[in-house]
Protein backbone atom coordinates (compact mmCIF):
# COMPACT_ATOMS: atom_id res chain seq x y z
CA UNK A 1 0.00 0.00 0.00
CA UNK A 2 0.92 3.52 -0.51
CA UNK A 3 -0.10 6.75 0.92
CA UNK A 4 -0.32 10.31 -0.88
CA UNK A 5 -1.10 12.92 1.57
CA UNK A 6 -2.04 15.98 0.39
CA UNK A 7 -3.59 19.87 1.00
CA UNK A 8 -1.54 21.61 3.46
CA UNK A 9 -0.42 25.53 2.86
CA UNK A 10 -0.42 28.88 5.01
CA UNK A 11 -3.24 29.68 6.81
CA UNK A 12 -4.15 32.47 9.59
CA UNK A 13 -4.86 31.76 13.16
CA UNK A 14 -8.16 30.63 13.63
CA UNK A 15 -8.22 29.25 9.91
CA UNK A 16 -9.21 25.75 8.61
CA UNK A 17 -7.44 23.40 6.46
CA UNK A 18 -8.08 20.35 5.15
CA UNK A 19 -5.59 17.73 4.61
CA UNK A 20 -6.55 14.38 2.11
CA UNK A 21 -4.39 11.06 2.33
CA UNK A 22 -5.46 8.46 -0.54
CA UNK A 23 -4.35 4.81 -0.41
CA UNK A 24 -3.08 3.13 -3.21
CA UNK A 25 -1.48 -0.27 -4.12
CA UNK A 26 -2.59 -3.15 -2.02
CA UNK A 27 -5.26 -1.39 -0.01
CA UNK A 28 -8.21 -3.33 0.20
CA UNK A 29 -7.36 -4.40 3.58
CA UNK A 30 -7.10 -0.96 5.16
CA UNK A 31 -6.94 -1.18 8.72
CA UNK A 32 -6.57 1.98 10.47
CA UNK A 33 -5.32 5.11 9.11
CA UNK A 34 -3.80 7.86 11.54
CA UNK A 35 -2.21 11.45 10.80
CA UNK A 36 0.69 12.17 12.85
CA UNK A 37 2.70 15.94 12.69
CA UNK A 38 6.34 16.47 13.87
CA UNK A 39 7.42 20.16 14.42
CA UNK A 40 11.54 21.47 14.50
CA UNK A 41 12.85 20.14 17.35
CA UNK A 42 9.80 18.03 18.35
CA UNK A 43 8.66 14.29 18.67
CA UNK A 44 6.46 12.93 16.20
CA UNK A 45 2.99 12.76 17.57
CA UNK A 46 -0.50 11.42 16.66
CA UNK A 47 -3.00 13.94 16.07
CA UNK A 48 -5.96 11.41 15.09
CA UNK A 49 -6.76 8.37 14.02
CA UNK A 50 -9.62 6.92 11.96
CA UNK A 51 -10.55 3.03 12.33
CA UNK A 52 -11.36 2.29 8.53
CA UNK A 53 -14.20 -0.41 8.83
CA UNK A 54 -15.99 1.19 11.14
CA UNK A 55 -15.20 4.74 10.85
CA UNK A 56 -14.11 5.24 14.75
CA UNK A 57 -11.78 8.30 15.26
CA UNK A 58 -9.77 8.99 18.05
CA UNK A 59 -8.33 12.13 18.79
CA UNK A 60 -5.48 13.60 21.50
CA UNK A 61 -6.69 16.12 23.85
CA UNK A 62 -4.52 18.18 22.16
CA UNK A 63 -6.81 18.50 19.07
CA UNK A 64 -9.98 17.23 20.44
CA UNK A 65 -13.32 19.01 19.45
CA UNK A 66 -10.97 21.26 16.51
CA UNK A 67 -9.78 18.25 14.11
CA UNK A 68 -12.43 16.04 12.35
CA UNK A 69 -11.26 12.52 10.98
CA UNK A 70 -13.40 11.28 7.78
CA UNK A 71 -13.31 8.42 5.53
CA UNK A 72 -14.10 7.77 2.01
CA UNK A 73 -14.10 4.00 1.57
CA UNK A 74 -15.12 3.86 -1.96
CA UNK A 75 -11.44 5.64 -2.90
CA UNK A 76 -9.93 4.42 0.16
CA UNK A 77 -9.27 8.52 1.62
CA UNK A 78 -9.37 9.95 4.51
CA UNK A 79 -9.72 13.70 5.36
CA UNK A 80 -8.67 15.69 8.22
CA UNK A 81 -10.42 19.06 8.70
CA UNK A 82 -8.35 21.33 10.91
CA UNK A 83 -11.08 24.24 12.19
CA UNK A 84 -9.35 26.64 14.80
CA UNK A 85 -5.82 26.33 13.80
CA UNK A 86 -3.53 28.11 15.91
CA UNK A 87 0.45 28.61 15.93
CA UNK A 88 1.32 25.57 17.37
CA UNK A 89 -0.39 23.39 14.61
CA UNK A 90 2.41 24.61 12.55
CA UNK A 91 4.23 21.36 11.37
CA UNK A 92 4.67 18.58 9.08
CA UNK A 93 1.97 16.57 8.84
CA UNK A 94 2.35 12.75 7.96
CA UNK A 95 -0.54 10.05 7.27
CA UNK A 96 0.24 6.41 8.06
CA UNK A 97 -1.47 3.21 8.17
CA UNK A 98 -0.76 -0.14 9.31
CA UNK A 99 -0.50 -4.01 7.46
CA UNK A 100 -1.85 -5.90 10.30
CA UNK A 101 -5.20 -4.99 12.62
CA UNK A 102 -4.77 -2.39 15.12
CA UNK A 103 -5.76 -0.07 18.11
CA UNK A 104 -6.13 3.80 17.20
CA UNK A 105 -5.88 4.11 21.00
CA UNK A 106 -2.92 3.55 21.19
CA UNK A 107 -1.40 4.28 17.80
CA UNK A 108 -2.10 8.46 19.10
CA UNK A 109 -0.29 8.08 22.45
CA UNK A 110 3.45 9.17 22.27
CA UNK A 111 4.20 5.09 21.38
CA UNK A 112 1.98 5.24 18.40
CA UNK A 113 4.31 6.61 15.65
CA UNK A 114 5.93 3.22 16.39
CA UNK A 115 3.53 1.14 15.47
CA UNK A 116 2.65 2.34 12.14
CA UNK A 117 4.18 0.53 9.03
CA UNK A 118 3.77 2.77 5.94
CA UNK A 119 4.18 6.53 5.63
CA UNK A 120 3.08 9.06 3.31
CA UNK A 121 5.29 11.93 2.43
CA UNK A 122 4.66 15.07 4.48
CA UNK A 123 2.61 17.83 3.78
CA UNK A 124 3.90 21.19 5.60
CA UNK A 125 0.98 23.11 7.50
CA UNK A 126 1.65 26.90 8.60
CA UNK A 127 -0.75 28.77 10.95
CA UNK A 128 1.01 32.32 10.83
CA UNK A 129 -0.38 36.07 11.21
Known amino acids: VQLQASGGGVVQPGGSLRLSCAAS????????IGWFRQAPGKEREGVSCIDFSDGKTYYPDSVKGRFTLSRDKAINTVYLEMNSLKSEDTAVYYC???????????????????????WGKGTQVTVSS
Open 25 to 32: GSSSNLYV
Open 96 to 118: ATTISPAPCQVLITPAGPYGMDV
